[in-house]
């Protein structure tokens, strides 16, 4: 069975950082790409970084170029988010999900449960 767990989620202040992990299981994960996406109370949910299978791609929102890093180690099966420089427009509900190719090219095909993020003062 697949499934994609995320964690690392939790309250930051303004200008903080979070690391956010993805355990996928029920399938080899070193032969997708796996993205982040966010989706915040009243918005639509949209893609925040994808990363190749082999972590020789990657790609970002414009929203968050420079400040957020998506890197993998396959070897233990995990994905990671770093965050940094948050802001409150960060407070969101993060998913991971795994792509039905291996370059971030196609489309997700499983979603995890979310792990909620809140920036705040």
């Known amino acids: 069975q697949v499934q994609l767990v995320e964690s690392g989620g939790g309250s930051v202040q303004p200008g903080g950082s979070l690391t956010l992990f993805c355990a996928p299981s029920g399938f080899s994960m070193e032969y997708y790409a796996i993205g982040w996406f966010r989706q915040a109370p009243g918005k639509e949910r949209e893609g925040v970084s994808c990363?190749?299978?082999?972590?020789?791609?990657?790609n970002y929102a414009d929203s968050v170029k420079g400040r957020f890093t998506i890197s993998r180690d396959n070897a233990k099966n995990t994905v990671y988010l770093q965050m940094n420089s948050l802001k409150s427009e960060d407070t969101a509900v993060y998913y991971c999900?795994?792509?039905?190719?291996?370059?971030?090219?196609?489309?997700?095909?499983?979603w995890g449960q979310g792990t909620h993020v809140t920036v705040s003062s």
């Open positions: 990363i190749s299978r082999r972590g020789d791609s990657t």
């Open positions: 999900a795994r792509y039905h190719d291996d370059r971030c090219s196609t489309f997700p095909d499983y």
